[in-house]
């Protein structure tokens, strides 16, 4: 597991897409995306005894480190194929990470585990679960089998907070890479 520090640009380095007027500056997901596949992660597996390919390899992260996680692993299934969404950020640019997924040609061969807290939205907790359903919904009609390939939990009382998110890691790792019997 290799955890990468995130910089004052977060914001503009975790969007998919711009979202004016209040960032209009965002949207450079991909240019993180480059430097995750073509700077760090061969670096990681250069210094590290690593299993490089696709099949072992994951993306994680939560609020708007869930929306890029997800982002980037539907744009590049032959880098990531088990991808962590915690607490996404679906609400950003009016839910555009639900249309990337209703746009989809095929469904990518990805083991995704999504979650969100019922107390999370800083006053819009329906929303945000709601929001956390539209995309379940979503990856679900484009080919995701809940409890297969897909895990989808909605934590009673979790919050949007970095101890809350710690508490349902090890269950997303299980969910990620189960062990083989």
């Known amino acids: 597991i290799v955890g990468v520090y995130n910089t004052s640009d977060r914001i503009a380095e975790y969007t998919p897409v711009p979202f004016p007027p209040k960032y209009p500056d965002a949207g450079r997901a991909d240019a993180y995306g480059q430097f995750l596949i073509q700077e760090l992660k061969p670096r990681i597996d250069a210094e590290f005894r690593t299993k490089p390919e696709a099949e072992f390899t994951g993306l ?10 997800l982002s980037l692993g539907l744009k590049h299934p032959d880098v990531f194929t088990r991808l962590g969404v915690v607490s996404p950020s ?8 639900v249309s990337q997924v209703n ?27 709601a ?5 379940r919904d979503a990856l679900v009609a484009r ?26 890691f090890g269950d997303l790792l299980r969910f990620l890479y189960p062990v083989k019997q």
């Open 143 to 168: 080919g995701w089998v809940l409890d297969d390939d897909l895990k989808y939990t909605e934590v009673e009382g979790g919050q949007h907070n970095e101890a809350a998110w710690s508490a349902r």
């Open 60 to 69: 994680a992260g939560s609020s708007l480190g869930g929306l890029v996680s």
């Open 103 to 129: 746009a989809l040609p095929t469904k990518p061969a990805l083991r995704i585990w999504e979650d969100i807290g019922t107390q999370e939205g800083d006053g819009e907790e329906a929303e945000t679960v």
């Open 90 to 97: 679906v609400w950003w640019a009016d839910r555009e990470i």
């Open 131 to 135: 929001d956390a359903q539209a995309l």
